[in-house]
């Protein structure tokens, strides 16, 4: 039985999908169990909260098997969850990091993803310990503007990213979860495309057959609006300036073969993407929710 935290966002819902089409055993966990709404109707949801242990041993009883996902900038989460696993005797944990914890020197947010894999590795739980670069998914963060004034800020100029759609990190979870061989093992998830904010923003425009105007960021507070316009807490919008600022200065763009390697088949490119994702941008509701 494998127990699948995050199960209501991008990666989560993509994951219990391909878990299910492999016939895998699988529990979700929810905080809210209407939030699960359109997840299939026979995998058994049980509701706990990773802020209250308390919650948590029936969510564990009987999970050979966890994948672990906490949101937001805290520890707490991961502990509360890693825990339990120790007292259910959970066998594998995948944990899904960041690629930051690779920065030298490693920047904010790849500060708090680390002390949470220190968590997960303290447990003496072996563990696969997915990083991820940047979600395709980010791009719902430019819907608004795009509908409401045909524009979309850059705040990484001549930076280069590989963003990576999370159908494929869900893919890579679902392999390591159901197949032998990657315990004790980190993967640096990416996509295969070294793409500007430019040059996804012109792809998108091909997809939806309308122009869209790219506005350049100009101020660290102007960054921190593209990605929250009505703001954020302090020390998440310094990482965030800092994270803008450092994929600003990579005109190369970090990719690797990852998943290729793992999956025998190359991962989506960002056109495939927003030919999936077409009717976000065009009016219908969308949930621009990152993990």
Same mark, same amino acid.
């Given at each position: 039985?494998?127990?699948?935290?995050?199960?209501?966002? +991008?990666?989560?819902?993509?994951?219990?999908?391909?878990?299910?089409?492999?016939?895998?055993?699988?529990?979700?966990?929810?905080?809210?169990?209407?939030?699960?709404?359109?997840?299939?109707?026979?995998?058994?949801?049980?509701? $706990?909260?990773?802020?209250?242990?308390?919650?948590? $041993?029936?969510a564990f009883d009987g999970?050979?098997?966890?994948?672990?996902?906490?949101?937001?900038?805290?520890?707490?989460?991961?502990?509360?969850?890693?825990?339990?696993?120790?007292?259910?005797?959970?066998?594998?944990?995948?944990?899904?990091?960041?690629?930051?914890?690779?920065?030298?020197?490693?920047?904010?947010?790849?500060?708090?993803?680390?002390?949470?894999?220190?968590?997960?590795?303290?447990?003496?739980?072996?563990?696969?310990?997915?990083?991820?670069?940047?979600?395709?998914? +980010? $791009?719902?963060?430019?819907?608004?503007?795009?509908?409401?004034?045909?524009?979309?800020?850059?705040?990484?100029?001549?930076?280069?990213?590989?963003?990576?759609?999370?159908?494929?990190?869900?893919?890579?979870?679902?392999?390591?979860?159901?197949? +032998?061989?990657?315990?004790?093992?980190?993967?640096?998830?990416?996509?295969?495309?070294?793409?500007?904010?430019?040059?996804?923003?012109?792809?998108?425009?091909?997809?939806?057959?309308?122009?869209?105007?790219?506005?350049?960021?100009?101020?660290?507070?102007?960054?921190?609006?593209?990605?929250?316009?009505?703001?954020?807490?302090?020390?998440?919008?310094?990482?965030?300036?800092e994270g803008f600022a450092?994929?600003?200065?990579?005109?190369?763009?970090?990719?690797?073969?990852?998943?290729?390697?793992?999956?025998?088949?190359?991962?989506?490119?960002?056109?495939?993407?927003?030919?999936? +994702?077409? $009717?976000?941008?065009?009016?219908?509701?969308?949930?621009?929710?990152?993990?």
């Amino acid at each position: 039985m494998i127990l699948i935290t995050g199960s209501t966002g +991008n990666v989560g819902r993509k994951l219990i999908r391909e878990l299910d089409g492999r016939g895998a055993a699988c529990r979700i966990l929810v905080r809210d169990p209407t939030r699960a709404a359109g997840l299939p109707d026979r995998i058994p949801r049980v509701v $706990a909260d990773l802020d209250d242990p308390a919650t948590l $041993a029936s969510a564990f009883d009987g999970v050979d098997a966890l994948f672990l996902l906490t949101p937001g900038i805290g520890t707490e989460q991961t502990a509360h969850a890693i825990a339990a696993a120790v007292r259910a005797g959970i066998r594998h944990v995948v944990h899904l990091s960041s690629i930051n914890v690779l920065g030298d020197p490693m920047p904010a947010m790849g500060r708090w993803h680390h002390a949470r894999e220190e968590i997960v590795r303290a447990s003496d739980i072996p563990a696969t310990i997915l990083r991820p670069g940047g979600f395709m998914t +980010n $791009a719902l963060e430019w819907v608004h503007s795009i509908r409401d004034e045909g524009f979309v800020l850059d705040p990484v100029g001549p930076g280069r990213f590989a963003p990576i759609d999370p159908v494929d990190i869900a893919a890579v979870a679902a392999h390591v979860l159901t197949e +032998n061989g990657h315990e004790n093992t980190e993967y640096v998830l990416t996509g295969d495309e070294a793409l500007t904010v430019t040059e996804q923003v012109r792809i998108l425009t091909a997809t939806l057959g309308r122009t869209i105007e790219v506005r350049a960021v100009h101020t660290p507070e102007e960054a921190v609006r593209s990605r929250f316009p009505h703001g954020a807490p302090p020390a998440l919008a310094a990482a965030i300036a800092e994270g803008f600022a450092l994929l600003r200065a990579d005109t190369t763009g970090f990719r690797t073969d990852t998943v290729e390697r793992l999956l025998g088949r190359p991962p989506r490119t960002f056109a495939e993407w927003c030919a999936a +994702n077409t $009717a976000a941008f065009l009016g219908d509701a969308v949930d621009a929710s990152r993990r």
